[in-house]
Structure formats: structure tokens, C-alpha cells
Antibody
């Protein structure tokens, strides 16, 4: 049974750095083809993909946020960490981590999601 | 980056068929995945690789993809299907490889 859970601050001040941790179970991030991604959703708005880390430590980022994002993994702890610098009120959103599965074309989709964590950016 | 276009809303009566579209340039050449999101909940994968259903997803949910449009079809719609639906593609050749559509609110009348 695959589960994921996000943790981190619920409130950050503008210009601060946000650090979110995704703790998962039921799979290993050292298994070939596996990935973990981060997705966010501002209140009342659509999903936005942020970053993805692969089993081989390769990483992909949303180009619009790439300069502010860093994704890392700790395979021994079954954790993935996302940091986002220079937070702004527009970054207020629910942040999700998700298990990324892949198929015959090497493409990725999210088959298991965490419950999400609401992060508010305000002074 | 690749753009996916969904209608903001679709309405359907119970027992009827709902079709939610996802438009993109030559989307038929890409694999499309669909998510259902109910209020206050995390998204749930309902269709992957255009038409495959994860275990536990009713057969009423089906998908197709051709040309410039992918479609999520929900047959015999139930009140519990009311939710937001998002399409997603993976474009490995792009610097923005993972894209979500803007979402469609399905209302069951």
C-alpha cells in the first residue's frame, strides 16, 4: 500500500524559504522508473506541476519556477524534500507530493497522492 | 510550453453521459492522463495512458485520444461524479515536460 504525506510550515513570511518534506511508504525511490513529484494548487485554481525527482536522482523542474526550486531525496528515509525560495503571497497554495509512475513511453503520471498541505504566505 | 485546453464547466443529468474534452496541438501523439478532484480532497487518477483505468475506478470511466482532442467519458453519471477533472500530458522533449489542463467542473444536475 503506497502512502505519501506532506509536512512543513503552514505559514511563511514573504521572502522566506519554504521547505516541504514528503514522507512515503510502500515503494522505494531506488526502484527503476519510479519518481516523486510536487504539485501545487492555489485556492480555487488549477493544479500546477512544480518538480519531479527520479529514482536515479535526475530532476526536472517547471521552467517558470526553476530558479526558486530545489528537489532532493533521501532514499534511506523514504523522503523527498522541496525547497522554494523567495516566497510571495501568490505562492499561497495547497502543496501535494505524489508517486509518479511511468509506462511504455517513459512518460509520467501521478497514481498516488498525499493529502496535501496548505501553505499561506503572509507577513 | 505545451498548452492543454479544457472547458471550464460541463453539466449533465444523472444517468446520462458526460464528455470532458482536453485540447492540445496533436495531442493524439501524446499519452493523456485524467484526474478527478472532489472538494477538499487530493486528486485521484481515473484514466492513464489515454484509456487505461486504475484498479478501483468504475468501468463507467473511459478515455480516448485522437487528433487534437482527448476525451474523458463518464457513462451513467452519478451524483458522486460531481468534481473537477484535470487532464495531464508528459512531453519529454519539452523543457516543461509535465503539463496539466486548466480543469473542468462537472456538475450533475
Amino acid at each position: 500500500q503506497i502512502t505519501l504525506k506532506e509536512s512543513g510550515p503552514t505559514l511563511v513570511k514573504p521572502t522566506q524559504t519554504l521547505t516541504l518534506t514528503c514522507t512515503f511508504s510502500g515503494f522505494s525511490l531506488s526502484t527503476s522508473g519510479v519518481g516523486v513529484g510536487w504539485i501545487r494548487q492555489p485556492p480555487g485554481k488549477a493544479l500546477e506541476w512544480l518538480a519531479l525527482i527520479y529514482w536515479n536522482d535526475d530532476k526536472r523542474y517547471s521552467p517558470s519556477l526553476k530558479s526558486r526550486l530545489t528537489i532532493t531525496k533521501d532514499t534511506s528515509k523514504n523522503q523527498v524534500v522541496l525547497t522554494m525560495t523567495n516566497m510571495d503571497p501568490v505562492d499561497t497554495a495547497t502543496y501535494y507530493c505524489a508517486h509518479a509512475g511511468s509506462g511504455w513511453d517513459g512518460g509520467y503520471y501521478f497514481d498516488y497522492w498525499g493529502q496535501g498541505t496548505l501553505v499561506t504566505v503572509s507577513s | 510550453s505545451y498548452v492543454l485546453t479544457q472547458p471550464p464547466s460541463v453539466s449533465v443529468a444523472p444517468g446520462k453521459t458526460a464528455r470532458i474534452t482536453c485540447g492540445g496541438n496533436n495531442i493524439g501523439s501524446k499519452s493523456v492522463h485524467w484526474y478527478q478532484q472532489k472538494p477538499g480532497q487530493a486528486p485521484v487518477l481515473v484514466i492513464y495512458y489515454d484509456s487505461d483505468r486504475p484498479s478501483g475506478i468504475p468501468e463507467r470511466f473511459s478515455g480516448s485520444n485522437s487528433g487534437n482532442t482527448a476525451t474523458l467519458t463518464i457513462s451513467r453519471v452519478e451524483a458522486g461524479d460531481e468534481a473537477d477533472y484535470y487532464c495531464q500530458v508528459w512531453d519529454s522533449s519539452s523543457d516543461h515536460p509535465l503539463v496539466f489542463g486548466g480543469g473542468t467542473k462537472l456538475t450533475v444536475l
